[in-house]
């Protein structure tokens, strides 16, 4: 398919977020247009010296051909896509239902890519996503997480396109976000399970971006209870039930005198109840146990799960109400939203 010579004819575009255009291209490569786009289609048509400039300009701003242009150009592809971590899990189901019925409810619909968890292959793989998907020029982008690599950032500016970012914090969103701050929320479960008595504890942390955040977060108020050091015992995302066995067994063959353990992932604690129940122990008497994410399954298991709830299905509904407003031509009441969160008591601490 060609480039589009001018892709700022999208109706529901704001002026202001219009995509790179290949006219900026050829300004920054000082050739024309013409050759901009026989570059990016045919560089066999075009010299070494010239498809090194274009690639370079092209790199420089960001600019990803539309794949639409050419009789649909006047056209709203009322398709919106979100990237989570992993399809495997329930963590993001709630917000992938959500948006699903909200979007549909709307007159969109949503199509899903899985990203991993942030190493550097998976920011490879997400910044060679985000180009798939730009250049197809969707309506709307959901995105979770904002630990995007300094490209993919630069595609997203660059593209045009309406993009909340969901389950993190920071303050220099790309565009629109629903923020979660996971230190605010390692501090929360310190504060909780130092309230119940619980002085000696470890923690079973993901090694992606936002459950360290969230380990973090609880050593910092752990410092300042005048607490002893958490003892940490990081384990590779996506995290499973038996890592929550392993990582049991193994703070307590470190520390024996351990209280308590605040998983980030309820997959993992509910690993660490099952081996604390295996060994005997009585929970939460001898050992309290905390998760994150507030699985189906945390209610019902026995004991049940003392967990962090994230209302999932708020992020999803929300974050189709924006990319709709935004994708219409109109500006959202709040560019950024704090989706909060809230310690669900159960019987495991």
């Known amino acids: 398919m060609s480039a ?29 247009m013409i050759t901009v786009s026989r570059a990016i289609n045919n560089p066999q048509q075009v010299s070494a010296i010239t498809l090194e400039k274009v690639n370079a300009a092209v790199q420089a701003l960001g600019y990803v051909p539309n794949l639409m242009a050419g009789g ?7 398709l919106v896509m979100a990237l989570v971590p992993t399809i495997t899990g329930s963590l993001f189901s709630g917000m992938l239902e959500a948006l699903t019925a909200s979007l549909e409810a709307k007159g969109y619909q949503l199509m899903v890519g899985q990203i991993g968890y942030e190493q550097a292959h ?3 793989r997400e ?31 660059s593209s045009g396109i309406p993009v909340v970012e969901t389950w993190d914090s920071t303050p220099t969103p790309i565009d629109m976000l629903l923020s979660l701050s996971h230190d605010a929320i390692g501090r929360a479960v310190c504060d909780y399970l130092h309230g119940a008595g619980k002085s000696r504890c470890a923690i079973l942390s993901g090694d992606d971006e936002r459950a360290q ?6 050593r910092r108020r752990a410092r300042e209870l005048g607490l002893p050091e958490p003892l ?16 049991l067994r193994a703070v307590l063959a470190r520390d ?28 939460p008497g001898q050992l309290a146990v905390m998760g994150f994410g507030d699985m189906d399954i945390a209610a019902s298991m026995t004991p049940s799960l003392t967990t962090v709830r994230v209302d999932g299905a708020a ?8 990319i709709a407003t935004r994708a219409n031509g109109h500006v959202p009441a709040q560019a950024v939203v704090d989706i909060g969160f809230s310690i669900v008591k159960r019987d495991s601490a």
């Open 127 to 157: 910044d060679a996503l985000l180009r798939a998907i730009i250049g197809r020029r969707p309506d709307g982008i959901v995105l979770t997480g904002i630990m995007h690599s300094a490209q993919g950032r630069q595609l997203l500016k």
């Open 72 to 78: 649909l150009r006047s056209s709203r592809s009322y």
């Open 232 to 247: 940490v015992h990081p384990v590779p995302a996506p995290t499973t039930h038996a890592d929550g066995r392993a990582g």
């Open 122 to 124: 998976e920011k490879s």
């Open 315 to 322: 992020i999803g509904a929300t974050a189709a109400d924006m």
């Open 4 to 32: 589009d010579p001018d892709q700022t004819d999208f109706p529901g575009r704001q002026q202001d977020k219009g995509g790179v255009t290949l006219r900026e291209v050829a300004r920054a490569a000082n050739v024309s």
């Open 213 to 218: 955040r969230r380990a973090a977060g609880y």
């Open 256 to 283: 024996p005198s351990i209280q308590a353990v605040f998983c980030t992932s309820d997959m993992m604690a509910i690993g660490v109840i099952t081996e604390a129940v295996a060994q005997g122990l009585s929970l």
